[in-house]
């Protein structure tokens, strides 16, 4: 951490117009290779409160301001996190909590879809998706042998359209308009599809084999057809070729990194490969899953549904034997002895969990003389907003991102101006920030909220390095 | 100023010496002809600007040749746009004759055709650019061209995709699907006005990916009814037990390979291609296909087994382009003009798929296999006979709006229902989001399952659409003008004047009885009453509830001499509160009976409801047509504000086949905020300079009238001023409206564009220019113009004129009977013919 950002951050309250949050560039200059950055996605269903959030170390004078939504930052070393966060205590180096942002133009309420990432109303018709999600922004940006790969706790119904919590699935990032993309389920169903190229299983492989000269077959007979067209005929077929060449490309390069893939295979005992597998094993395998993609170089940006309300939560830590349904947490029904609010605690701090291995595993990954995670960026927030029945006057992030990010915001609590306050900022904004910061100069992503009578395009320039 | 001209006509510097070939260096056989008389346009109209360092745009003529082909086409196409849509030279230019103009156009055009790179060909065939062919040259009897469509793949559409899955697994009458599990449909048609189904959609990556899983499902499924054929569904077992449906039967071809452990024979493959190809294809594999097909089941069976393999050759068929395309090539000898006929095949398939969603019904499969499909009234008598079959195309108009509280409307022919909700766009009220408090909390956004207000206005809109079609008498101008709409009415007329005689009949007899302080009673001595009215539904686990809400219900609707809706406010999953939208009175909302049996109920407050017609349509006032339907407005509207220029520009396009360019992308386009005035002085402060009313002028004049609507169709004399500083009073119910100070809406307007000078002129209201569109043989005409492009999948082109002329006389001289256009059309040269033009 470098010391003029942590003098900066000795004042505990500033203002809405002082917070400009400078310091120096922190993205390394390296003359060697520069390594890729990535991006980790992690989203969670029924809401994140805002005041679960808050340090309980704060002072009164701080409490207050946080109630009254003013727009203040505070450097995290003076304080303590909350109890649920303790599993990531120690990469409060790497911490921003953010508070403050909106999200009214995105679909609030239960089940979002599409809307967290791509900040637009999205229900479960591709209709509805206006265009690429904000993850696949950014795996456009960072191209790898796989691009973007999307693992899922699906819930049982209702958030996505088929209740198949095993299988590939529509996810809740998109590709482009109307294009949906397609999450891993299960641990077991990633494993086999992301390295089934170098699967030592003999069923496995021939499989693998099969679909390889499928596609082969595929592409040969289309761009046999295409060449036989001209004119507007020409590319109806050729577009469908070259996607399907596409698809083969992306097979070849995977399938050139054997040795590397071999090398990082995850480690998963049957357990965490069975069909049924609890809640928090599933995580657990995803998350080994998700690493050896990351160490490997197959991709630089994953998102990752930890849990959806629709999601039966099971194997949770201290109630293992419980179903847990979210909803009723959501309403604020209790589990065995714990109360709605301590069986949300229980949740978060699995899924804090699950960020401590993560990030702990990258940074003992050595890379271009530091390590995997000084060029990785995580993030964690709910797909709703900031409750169960949400409306989006609220979207709290935590943001752990390594020493190189772009983004001048580490370590510390920032809580922006309230919803329609002067200087208010939307989850639009957050994304253009985070697209502007590494190279995508969009003016604005994603919808503008309707009811907001503030000037709201644009980047939150106070986060620029 | 000329500057302000970013995209610069392109000037061919060719002076005294200009040679009449300019050749490239790099590329021999690029080379530009320019011919003699194109040099001296070039010259006299286009050099003044662009020569030399100082040329306009930085475009220069002498530099031409150091061009690379790459960039010199991109030169060319944007000089024939401006030559075509008369951008170039500048309005304050003196303007080339209409000879030279044409000159220029033809020379750029055959340049670019050469290269295959004209990109006004392309743009052209986009829905947009329809109204670029000339209305009045199309209509004029003096295009002698013969009509022809371009042989093409057309991509299905959404719901005939849907249909084609159901061919796959070979299900027929009731054993068809409303959704299949593991599908996801591939197509979206775009959201805006107009017709969207055009053959210029290609597929790409995205249906791709859907696609393989969607290869994925439907090959599990085939190999899964294929293993476990004739066996009982009870003794079987399911990966996933929320996916237990599978085709009842399997083509035999399948079993015979699934249920062998050996290795099949030759024959057994073959047959096995063939099979899927017909599920999915509709014909059986060439012996090209043979070819390939065969090796590659050899070769996965050999790797993966007999069942695996199989299901690999059933993916690889599922994954043809030609699945996902309607063919039309047209066969046999090329006539004179070098036009083909469709195929009987593919014009059995061509007419079924304009007329609704399944494929061709048996009979006329039949006519094309017996050969009866090839002549202009083959092509009518069976047009016609599927326009009577009420029962073939029978179906939702639009699955897609249906939820867990309302379902669409169903039609006998819902295509011909489709045509008029894309052309007039009201769909489009789906997609505006509006603040609910402004509408005093009437208005309902759509949601997960529900398309909630505006779909039941769609819908409602769809209803008045479909009881014209079924009438078939002067289509357009009814539904420009009709009065008479549904609302509501979610029961037939029978059906709902019968529930409200039961409901009378059992206020009259228990409205002086003590149902109030012991309801119990009340009903015990009139139980077999209550049980002969099916209306009541009140008897069960909570009947004293039930029984108070229906008499508090009947009380201030019957006991006011209301008639109340048909369905009871509190009945499970009760959405209806739209009237208002309607300028209607309210209907009571699911809460106002919760607590009729709570001690502490202290009665209900005095609000007047709605009394509802039973028998609709019925006559709405101050509604004239389509376009003072609420879901038209709407969809015609911001998210704050009404859009009196979108609602002008879609008169002005759809209407009166005009054309208006696009905005500049210099202009920002924001009206003002001023709290003293209202949107329309807004609108007009911003849109009044010469620079933009160039462009306005065509839309402005034709949208303002409707300003007498806001943005959720209500009508309204006076406008609230929606502004902190007009602020009368705050609401004091949770989502009800602010009051704020008002002022008087002008609902002046302007009619131009009509060629007729008995209709154009200065209109009063909506309701005046609604007349006079309404007798307008050019909307009439635009309209059929339309119809053309939904039928066809394309825009008209010159040569299509005859097409539209027969057309347009067919509605004329069958009473304004739509279904007359649809046989014209669909018999018409245009739809029978095609010719390779690539």
Same mark, same amino acid.
């Given at each position: 951490?470098?010391?003029?950002?942590?003098?900066?951050?000795?004042?505990?309250?500033?203002?809405? #117009?002082?917070?400009?949050?400078?310091?120096?560039?922190?993205?390394?200059?390296?003359?060697?290779?520069?390594?890729?950055?990535?991006?980790?996605?992690?989203?969670?269903?029924?809401?994140?409160?805002?005041?679960?959030?808050?340090?309980?170390?704060?002072?009164?004078?701080?409490?207050?301001?946080?109630?009254?939504?003013?727009?203040?930052?505070?450097?995290?070393?003076?304080?303590?996190?909350?109890?649920?966060?303790?599993?990531?205590?120690?990469?409060?180096?790497?911490?921003?909590?953010?508070? #403050?942002?909106?999200?009214? *133009?995105?679909?609030?309420?239960?089940?979002?879809?599409?809307?967290?990432?791509?900040?637009?109303?999205?229900?479960?018709?591709?209709?509805?998706?206006?265009?690429?999600?904000?993850?696949?922004?950014?795996?456009?940006?960072?191209?790898?042998?796989?691009?973007?790969?999307?693992?899922?706790?699906?819930?049982?119904?209702?958030?996505?359209?088929?209740?198949?919590?095993?299988?590939?699935?529509?996810?809740?990032?998109?590709?482009?308009?109307?294009?949906?993309?397609?999450?891993?389920?299960?641990?077991?169903?990633?494993?086999?599809?992301?390295?089934?190229?170098?699967?030592?299983?003999?069923?496995?492989?021939?499989?693998?084999?099969?679909?390889?000269?499928?596609?082969?077959?595929?592409?040969?007979?289309?761009?046999?057809?295409?060449?036989?067209?001209?004119?507007?005929?020409?590319?109806?077929? &050729?577009?469908?070729?070259?996607?399907?060449?596409?698809?083969?490309?992306?097979?070849?390069?995977?399938?050139? *990194?054997?040795?590397?893939?071999?090398?990082?295979?995850?480690?998963?005992?049957?357990?965490?490969? &069975?069909?049924?597998?609890?809640?928090?094993?599933?995580?657990?395998?995803?998350?080994?899953?998700?690493?050896?993609?990351?160490?490997?170089? *197959?991709?630089?940006?994953?998102?990752?549904?930890?849990?959806?309300? #629709?999601?039966?939560?099971?194997?949770?830590?201290?109630?293992?034997?419980?179903?847990?349904?979210?909803?009723?947490?959501?309403?604020?029904?209790?589990?065995?002895?714990?109360?709605?609010?301590?069986?949300?605690?229980?949740?978060?701090?699995?899924?804090?969990?699950?960020?401590?291995?993560?990030?702990?595993?990258?940074?003992?990954?050595?890379?271009?003389?530091?390590?995997?995670?000084?060029?990785? *960026?995580?993030?964690?927030?709910?797909?709703?907003?900031?409750?169960?029945?949400?409306?989006?006057?609220?979207?709290?992030?935590?943001?752990?991102?390594?020493?190189?990010?772009?983004?001048?915001?580490?370590?510390?609590?920032?809580?922006?101006?309230?919803?329609?306050?002067?200087?208010?900022?939307?989850?639009?904004?957050?994304?253009?920030?985070?697209?502007?910061?590494?190279?995508?100069?969009?003016?604005?992503?994603?919808?503008?909220?309707?009811?907001?009578?503030?000037?709201?395009?644009?980047?939150?320039?106070?986060?620029? &390095? | 100023?000329?500057?302000?001209?970013?995209? @610069?006509?392109?000037?061919?510097?060719?002076?005294?010496?200009?040679? $009449?070939?300019?050749?490239?260096?790099?590329?021999?056989?690029?080379?530009?002809?320019?011919?003699?008389?194109?040099?001296?346009?070039?010259?006299?109209? @286009?050099?003044?600007?662009?020569?030399?360092?100082?040329?306009?745009?930085?475009?220069?003529? %002498?530099?031409?040749?150091?061009?690379?082909?790459?960039?010199?086409? /991109?030169?060319?196409?944007?000089?024939?746009?401006?030559?075509?849509?008369?951008?170039?030279?500048?309005?304050?230019?003196?303007?080339?004759?209409?000879?030279?103009? =044409?000159?220029? $156009?033809?020379?750029?055009?055959?340049?670019?055709?050469?290269?295959?790179?004209?990109?006004?060909?392309?743009?052209?065939?986009?829905?947009?650019?329809?109204?670029?062919? %000339?209305?009045?040259?199309?209509?004029?009897?003096?295009?002698?061209?013969?009509?022809?469509?371009?042989?093409?793949?057309?991509?299905?559409?959404?719901?005939?995709?849907?249909?084609?899955?159901?061919?796959?697994?070979?299900?027929?009458?009731?054993?068809?699907?409303?959704?299949?599990?593991?599908?996801?449909?591939?197509?979206?048609?775009?959201?805006?006005?107009?017709?969207?189904?055009?053959?210029?959609?290609? !597929?790409?990556?995205?249906?791709?990916?859907?696609?393989?899983?969607?290869?994925?499902?439907?090959?599990?499924?085939?190999?899964?009814?294929?293993?476990?054929?004739?066996?009982?569904?009870?003794?079987?077992?399911? =990966?996933?037990?929320? /996916?237990?449906?599978?085709?009842?039967?399997?083509?035999?071809?399948?079993?015979?390979?699934?249920?062998?452990?050996?290795?099949?024979?030759?024959?057994?493959?073959?047959?096995?291609?063939?099979?899927?190809?017909?599920?999915?294809?509709?014909?059986?594999?060439?012996?090209?296909?043979?070819?390939?097909?065969?090796?590659?089941?050899?070769?996965?069976?050999?790797?993966?087994?007999?069942?695996?393999?199989?299901?690999?050759?059933?993916?690889?068929? !599922?994954?043809?382009?030609?699945?996902?395309?309607?063919?039309?090539?047209?066969?046999?000898?090329? %006539? $004179?003009?070098?036009?083909?006929?469709?195929?009987?095949?593919?014009?059995?398939?061509?007419?079924?798929?304009?007329?609704?969603?399944?494929?061709?019904?048996?009979?006329?499969?039949?006519?094309?296999? %017996?050969?009866?499909?090839?002549?202009?009234?083959?092509?009518?008598?069976?047009?016609?006979?599927?326009?009577?079959?009420?029962?073939?195309?029978?179906?939702?108009?639009?699955?897609?709006?249906?939820?867990?509280?309302?379902?669409?409307?169903?039609?006998?022919?819902?295509?011909?229902?489709?045509?008029?909700?894309?052309?007039?766009?009201?769909?489009?009220?789906?997609?505006?989001?509006?603040?609910?408090?402004?509408?005093?909390?009437?208005?309902?956004?759509?949601?997960?399952?529900?398309?909630?207000?505006?779909?039941?206005?769609?819908?409602?809109?769809?209803?008045?659409?479909?009881?014209?079609?079924?009438?078939?008498?002067?289509?357009?101008?009814?539904? !420009?003008?009709?009065?008479?709409?549904?609302?509501?009415?979610?029961?037939?007329?029978?059906?709902?004047?019968?529930?409200?005689?039961?409901?009378?009949?059992?206020?009259?007899?228990?409205?002086?009885?003590?149902?109030?302080?012991?309801?119990?009673?009340?009903? $015990?001595?009139?139980?077999?009453?209550?049980?002969?009215?099916?209306?009541?539904?009140?008897?069960?686990?909570?009947?004293?509830?039930?029984?108070?809400?229906?008499?508090?219900?009947?009380?201030?609707?019957?006991?006011?001499?209301?008639?109340?809706?048909?369905?009871?406010?509190?009945?499970?999953?009760?959405?209806?509160?739209? =009237?208002?939208?309607?300028?209607?009175?309210?209907?009571?909302?699911?809460?106002?009976?919760?607590?009729?049996?709570?001690?502490?109920?202290?009665?209900?407050?005095?609000?007047?409801?709605?009394?509802?017609?039973?028998?609709?349509?019925?006559?709405?006032?101050?509604?004239?047509?389509?376009?003072?339907?609420?879901?038209?407005?709407?969809?015609?509207?911001?998210?704050?504000?009404?859009?009196?220029?979108?609602?002008?520009?879609?008169?002005?396009?759809?209407?009166?086949?005009?054309?208006?360019?696009?905005?500049?992308?210099?202009?920002?386009?924001?009206?003002?905020?001023?709290?003293?005035?209202?949107?329309?002085?807004?609108?007009?402060?911003?849109?009044?300079?010469?620079?933009?009313?160039?462009?306005?002028?065509?839309?402005?004049?034709?949208?303002?009238?409707?300003?007498?609507?806001?943005?959720?169709?209500?009508?309204?004399?006076?406008?609230?001023?929606?502004?902190?500083?007009?602020?009368?009073?705050?609401?004091?119910?949770?989502?009800?409206?602010?009051?704020?100070?008002?002022?008087?809406?002008?609902?002046?307007?302007?009619?131009?564009?009509?060629?007729?000078?008995? !209709? /154009?002129?200065?209109?009063?209201?909506?309701?005046?220019?609604?007349?006079?569109?309404?007798?307008?043989?050019?909307?009439?005409?635009?309209?059929?113009?339309?119809?053309?492009?939904?039928?066809?999948?394309?825009?008209?082109?010159?040569?299509?004129?005859?097409?539209?002329?027969?057309? /347009?006389?067919?509605?004329?001289?069958?009473?304004?009977?739509?279904?007359?256009?649809?046989?014209?059309?669909?018999?018409?040269?245009?739809?029978?013919?095609?010719?390779?033009?690539?």
């Amino acid at each position: 951490m470098i010391s003029n950002r942590r003098e900066f951050l000795t004042q505990s309250i500033l203002g809405a #117009g002082a917070l400009s949050l400078s310091s120096a560039k922190l993205f390394a200059d390296s003359s060697v290779s520069k390594p890729p950055t990535r991006f980790i996605f992690i989203h969670k269903g029924n809401g994140l409160p805002p005041h679960s959030l808050v340090p309980p170390s704060f002072s009164e004078e701080q409490m207050e301001a946080e109630k009254r939504k003013d727009s203040f930052a505070v450097d995290l070393d003076d304080h303590d996190l909350p109890e649920w966060m303790s599993p990531i205590a120690g990469h409060k180096n790497n911490l921003t909590i953010l508070q #403050g942002l909106s999200g009214k *133009m995105c679909t609030t309420g239960h089940h979002t879809w599409c809307s967290s990432l791509g900040v637009f109303k999205a229900n479960e018709r591709l209709s509805s998706i206006k265009w690429a999600t904000v993850d696949f922004e950014l795996a456009q940006m960072f191209p790898s042998p796989f691009g973007h790969i999307e693992f899922a706790c699906f819930p049982a119904g209702g958030g996505n359209s088929r209740g198949n919590i095993n299988g590939i699935e529509k996810g809740f990032s998109a590709r482009g308009p109307q294009q949906p993309n397609y999450a891993f389920g299960s641990p077991k169903v990633a494993m086999q599809e992301l390295f089934k190229s170098v699967a030592t299983d003999q069923q496995a492989q021939s499989q693998y084999q099969l679909q390889r000269k499928v596609l082969e077959f595929v592409a040969t007979r289309e761009a046999g057809l295409a060449e036989r067209l001209t004119g507007t005929e020409r590319p109806k077929v &050729a577009n469908y070729a070259d996607a399907v060449q596409d698809i083969r490309k992306r097979n070849a390069r995977v399938e050139a *990194m054997g040795d590397v893939l071999r090398q990082h295979l995850p480690e998963l005992n049957g357990k965490y490969l &069975a069909d049924d597998i609890s809640t928090v094993d599933r995580q657990v395998g995803f998350t080994e899953v998700l690493l050896s993609t990351l160490i490997s170089g *197959m991709t630089n940006v994953v998102t990752f549904t930890v849990d959806e309300l #629709g999601t039966n939560y099971t194997g949770l830590p201290g109630i293992e034997g419980e179903n847990v349904n979210q909803h009723d947490v959501g309403h604020g029904k209790p589990v065995r002895n714990f109360e709605a609010t301590e069986v949300r605690k229980k949740i978060r701090h699995q899924h804090m969990t699950v960020i401590d291995t993560i990030v702990s595993r990258l940074k003992s990954v050595p890379e271009a003389g530091g390590t995997m995670f000084d060029n990785t *960026m995580l993030f964690y927030f709910p797909d709703n907003g900031e409750t169960h029945h949400s409306n989006g006057s609220e979207w709290p992030f935590l943001v752990l991102a390594g020493d190189n990010t772009r983004l001048d915001i580490g370590r510390r609590y920032i809580r922006l101006p309230g919803y329609g306050k002067p200087g208010h900022k939307t989850l639009g904004n957050w994304y253009t920030t985070i697209l502007n910061a590494y190279g995508n100069p969009i003016n604005h992503y994603g919808s503008l909220d309707v009811g907001l009578n503030i000037d709201q395009a644009g980047p939150i320039e106070r986060f620029s &390095a | 100023m000329r500057q302000v001209y970013l995209v @610069c006509f392109i000037t061919l510097l060719l002076g005294a010496s200009m040679p $009449a070939l300019v050749s490239f260096a790099e590329d021999a056989s690029a080379r530009l002809l320019v011919p003699e008389h194109v040099q001296r346009v070039l010259k006299h109209r @286009c050099m003044n600007c662009h020569e030399g360092e100082n040329a306009e745009g930085d475009v220069r003529l %002498d530099k031409i040749a150091e061009l690379k082909l790459d960039a010199r086409l /991109d030169l060319l196409n944007r000089a024939q746009d401006q030559i075509f849509f008369q951008t170039m030279p500048p309005a304050d230019a003196p303007q080339p004759a209409t000879d030279e103009r =044409s000159m220029l $156009a033809d020379w750029l055009q055959s340049g670019l055709r050469k290269h295959n790179a004209s990109n006004l060909d392309k743009k052209l065939r986009y829905p947009d650019f329809g109204n670029y062919v %000339d209305h009045e040259t199309l209509f004029s009897g003096q295009i002698k061209d013969k009509p022809f469509t371009p042989a093409r793949r057309w991509l299905v559409s959404p719901q005939i995709f849907h249909e084609l899955v159901n061919d796959i697994f070979m299900l027929t009458g009731q054993s068809r699907q409303r959704s299949f599990y593991g599908v996801t449909n591939p197509f979206v048609l775009p959201d805006h006005s107009g017709v969207r189904d055009y053959d210029n959609t290609a !597929l790409d990556g995205g249906h791709l990916l859907v696609m393989l899983n969607n290869a994925e499902w439907i090959s599990q499924k085939q190999i899964f009814s294929a293993v476990h054929a004739d066996k009982d569904r009870r003794t079987l077992e399911f =990966s996933n037990p929320q /996916d237990r449906w599978y085709p009842p039967i399997s083509p035999p071809a399948f079993v015979t390979i699934v249920s062998q452990k050996s290795r099949p024979t030759n024959q057994e493959m073959i047959a096995a291609i063939h099979a899927q190809s017909e599920c999915v294809l509709k014909r059986k594999a060439s012996v090209e296909e043979l070819d390939r097909y065969l090796p590659l089941l050899q070769s996965s069976i050999e790797l993966g087994g007999n069942t695996e393999g199989l299901r690999q050759m059933l993916v690889s068929v !599922l994954l043809e382009s030609e699945f996902l395309y309607r063919q039309e090539f047209g066969a046999g000898e090329p %006539d $004179a003009y070098g036009r083909k006929k469709l195929s009987p095949v593919e014009a059995a398939q061509a007419i079924a798929y304009a007329l609704g969603d399944p494929g061709p019904d048996e009979e006329l499969q039949q006519a094309a296999f %017996d050969g009866r499909l090839i002549a202009k009234d083959d092509y009518r008598r069976e047009v016609q006979r599927l326009l009577a079959n009420e029962t073939h195309f029978n179906g939702p108009v639009d699955p897609g709006i249906s939820g867990k509280n309302m379902q669409s409307h169903v039609s006998t022919h819902p295509k011909l229902v489709r045509f008029f909700r894309e052309f007039f766009g009201y769909t489009g009220a789906l997609k505006v989001f509006k603040d609910v408090t402004r509408s005093d909390g009437y208005y309902q956004n759509p949601a997960r399952g529900t398309a909630g207000t505006p779909g039941f206005l769609v819908k409602e809109a769809d209803r008045v659409v479909d009881w014209y079609l079924q009438r078939d008498e002067d289509v357009f101008r009814n539904l !420009l003008t009709t009065e008479d709409f549904f609302v509501y009415h979610n029961k037939d007329n029978e059906t709902g004047q019968k529930i409200i005689a039961e409901w009378k009949e059992a206020y009259a007899r228990l409205k002086d009885t003590d149902w109030k302080t012991d309801p119990e009673r009340v009903i $015990a001595e009139n139980l077999e009453f209550i049980q002969s009215k099916k209306s009541l539904n009140i008897l069960g686990g909570k009947q004293k509830r039930e029984f108070l809400r229906h008499m508090y219900f009947f009380g201030e609707t019957i006991g006011k001499g209301r008639t109340p809706f048909t369905t009871v406010s509190f009945a499970h999953g009760y959405t209806y509160n739209h =009237s208002p939208f309607y300028n209607l009175p309210p209907t009571p909302n699911p809460f106002r009976y919760g607590d009729v049996e709570q001690k502490n109920f202290k009665g209900l407050d005095d609000t007047e409801f709605w009394d509802y017609p039973v028998e609709q349509p019925f006559r709405i006032t101050n509604r004239k047509g389509l376009l003072t339907h609420p879901a038209w407005l709407i969809a015609h509207s911001g998210n704050f504000q009404t859009d009196p220029i979108r609602r002008g520009r879609w008169i002005r396009e759809k209407l009166l086949a005009g054309r208006v360019p696009d905005v500049p992308i210099t202009v920002d386009a924001q009206v003002p905020d001023d709290p003293h005035k209202t949107f329309r002085e807004r609108v007009e402060s911003v849109t009044s300079k010469a620079e933009c009313w160039k462009c306005h002028q065509h839309m402005n004049p034709l949208g303002l009238p409707f300003e007498v609507f806001d943005d959720f169709g209500r009508y309204r004399l006076e406008e609230p001023l929606e502004s902190p500083e007009n602020l009368i009073s705050r609401t004091k119910t949770k989502y009800g409206s602010d009051t704020y100070r008002t002022r008087s809406v002008s609902t002046l307007g302007e009619l131009l564009g009509t060629e007729d000078s008995d !209709l /154009d002129g200065v209109v009063t209201d909506p309701f005046d220019l609604i007349d006079r569109l309404s007798q307008s043989e050019r909307v009439r005409q635009s309209i059929i113009r339309h119809a053309f492009r939904f039928f066809m999948g394309r825009n008209e082109m010159l040569s299509d004129s005859q097409t539209l002329i027969d057309a /347009d006389e067919a509605y004329t001289e069958n009473g304004g009977s739509f279904k007359a256009v649809v046989v014209s059309l669909l018999s018409s040269d245009s739809f029978m013919y095609r010719k390779d033009v690539n």
